[in-house]
C-alpha cells in the first residue's frame, strides 16, 4: 500500500513547495491539497461531518497553483487534489489549467474531484445544489474529450460547446487519472463505477462498513462491465491517522493507497511529523 500527504494548505502552515521536496525526499509517493474557494459568512448549509465547521476552511489557498508550486521542486512525487470542487470551475478553463500542470510535471497531476456539500458556496458559482452531481459528470465528460479529441464538441444542460480546439493536451493518456471523492452513500459509488478511475472515501465516514462499501463498488463496476482494478481506492481522513489505522488499512487488503493529513503547522511540526510517517510507510509497502 502505498502512502501519500494531503495538506489543508492554509495560511500558516509549511508552504506548498516547501512540503512538496520535503515529501519527496522522504520517499512519500504523492502529495495532495484540499479546496474550497470561499466559504460564504452567511451559510445555512449543515457541516456533513456534525457540529461546527473547521474554523480553517476559508483559509485555503488555491490548490492549482499550489500544485504547479510544487512540481517546480520535485521530480518523482505525484501531486493532486483531494478534492478539487468540480461544481465550482469553469471545465473549458479548468481542462487547460490542469493540461498545463500535466505536461509541466512530466504526467504527474492526479485530478481528485467532489460535488461539494456547502450549497450557498456552490450557488455562488451558479451551481444549483440539487443538480450538483449532474453538473459535475456533465463536466468530467467535457473536460475528457477536451483533453483527448482534436476538435471537441460537447452538448448538455450545463455543458454545451461546439468544435473546439483546448491545447495543451496531457501527458497522460487518456487523460490524469479522475478520483471521485463521495460519503458512504450507494449512489455515490455508483457514480465511481460510472466514471471515475479511483475513489477516495474518508476512513472515519465509512468506519467499520468500508469493507462491505467496497464489495458493493466492486458489484457495480462489474454491472458496468469494468474489472475491479479499474479503480484505485485511496482511503484518507481529514486529520492525522495513527499509525495502527493505517496498518489496519494495510491488513484489510482493500486499498491501493492511503492519504494521511499533514498537520496544520510550519515547518518546525511538519517535518518531524513527516519524519515518523516515513518510517511508517517503510512498513506498509
Not at 460564504?40 to 483559509?59: L, Q, S
Request: charged share 25%; hydrophobic share 40%.
Amino acid at each position: 500500500m502505498k502512502l501519500g500527504i494531503v495538506s489543508h494548505n492554509i495560511e500558516g502552515m509549511i508552504a506548498p513547495h516547501t512540503l512538496a521536496r520535503e515529501a519527496e525526499a522522504r520517499g512519500f509517493e504523492s502529495l495532495w491539497f484540499t479546496e474550497h474557494t470561499h466559504i460564504p459568512a452567511g451559510r445555512e448549509t449543515p457541516y456533513p461531518g456534525g457540529g461546527e465547521m473547521p474554523a480553517y476552511f476559508p483559509y485555503m489557498a488555491d490548490p492549482f497553483t499550489s500544485i504547479a508550486a510544487a512540481a517546480a521542486v520535485t521530480e518523482r512525487i505525484r501531486l493532486g487534489t483531494a478534492v478539487c470542487l468540480l461544481s465550482q470551475h469553469d471545465p473549458i478553463v479548468l481542462a487547460k489549467t490542469i493540461a498545463t500542470i500535466d505536461r509541466l510535471s512530466g504526467g504527474r497531476f492526479q485530478f481528485g474531484i467532489g460535488a461539494g456539500w456547502n450549497a450557498e458556496e456552490m450557488e455562488h458559482h451558479g451551481t444549483p445544489f440539487a443538480k450538483r452531481w449532474q453538473v459535475v459528470r456533465e463536466r468530467v465528460e467535457a473536460m475528457k474529450r477536451l483533453w483527448t479529441e482534436e476538435e471537441a464538441t460537447y452538448h448538455g444542460e450545463f455543458v454545451h460547446f461546439d468544435r473546439v480546439w483546448s491545447y495543451p493536451k496531457p501527458v497522460q493518456t487518456p487523460h490524469p487519472p479522475i478520483h471521485l471523492g463521495t460519503f458512504a452513500s450507494h449512489w455515490g459509488r455508483q457514480k465511481v463505477a460510472d466514471y471515475a478511475d479511483g475513489w477516495l472515501p474518508i476512513g472515519g465516514v465509512h468506519g467499520d462498513e468500508i469493507g462491505t462499501h467496497i464489495a458493493d463498488l466492486h458489484e457495480r463496476m462489474a454491472a458496468r462491465g469494468r474489472e475491479p482494478d479499474a479503480v484505485e481506492i485511496s482511503i484518507f481522513d481529514t486529520e492525522p491517522t495513527p499509525e495502527a489505522d493505517l496498518l489496519r488499512y494495510r491488513d484489510a487488503g482493500h486499498f491501493d493507497r492511503a492519504i494521511v493529513a499533514v498537520p496544520r503547522e510550519g515547518e518546525a511540526v511538519v517535518l518531524p511529523f513527516l519524519d515518523r510517517y516515513a518510517e511508517i510507510a517503510a512498513k506498509l509497502a
